[in-house]
């Protein structure tokens, strides 16, 4: 009787450790599934934010699409809403700008940006030091009817020291040295830490 008791133990305790190795294990998986979809939820949004720091397949794809909701527009500025908010102290975030030849022959085009307003105590030539890269270009050879093979991207470099502000910048696109359709604004907000 005392050799069946003990064995019945023996029983319930190796059941429990089992019990205990299977929970663990469940978990871990779990833990896994749900990090890896955290992960692949990032990636498929990681394109889609309102600030980009690169111009990768997706913005490209995103620009072309653009394009071709309407076949007049000469310029294209993603994010669409050609609203950029970038915090104070960060740079390398910005946005990505596109040209579209709509003439019958291969030209060559340029464009420039500008600050032409803020709503803070900032002087519009500091506004304009906040821009990095691709302030202005020229030079730029886009084939009849096409658009930009590569979008450029404009970057911003924003100081622990800037003001909390809205900057309006105007974009005029030029076809040898005359305007090209209308300028486009993009506002850019700092934002506190």
Do not use: W
Request: some cysteine.
């Amino acid at each position: 009787m005392r050799f069946q008791v003990s064995q019945h133990k023996m029983r319930d305790k190796k059941a429990a450790m089992e019990m205990s190795v299977g929970t663990i294990v469940t978990i871990v998986l779990l833990m896994t599934v749900l990090i890896l979809g955290l992960v692949l939820v990032r990636t498929i949004f990681s394109g889609a934010v309102d600030n980009i720091d690169s111009i990768d397949e997706s913005i490209k794809g995103e620009i072309q699409k653009l394009f071709a909701e309407d076949t007049s527009k000469k310029i294209i500025i993603y994010p669409s809403s050609r609203i950029v908010k970038i915090k104070k102290g960060s740079g390398n975030s910005g946005f990505a700008i596109s040209i579209r030849n709509v003439d019958d022959e291969q030209d060559s085009f340029g464009y420039s940006i500008k600050a032409e307003e803020a709503d803070c105590n900032l002087r519009l030539s500091e506004a304009d030091d906040f821009i990095a890269l691709g302030r202005e270009r020229s030079g730029i050879e886009i084939a009849a009817g096409s658009i930009m093979e590569d979008p450029i991207f404009v970057r911003f470099d924003i100081p622990d020291t800037a003001p909390p502000c809205g900057i309006r910048y105007s974009i005029e696109v030029d076809k040898h040295g005359n305007l090209y359709g209308s300028s486009i604004d993009v506002d850019l907000f700092i934002e506190s830490e």
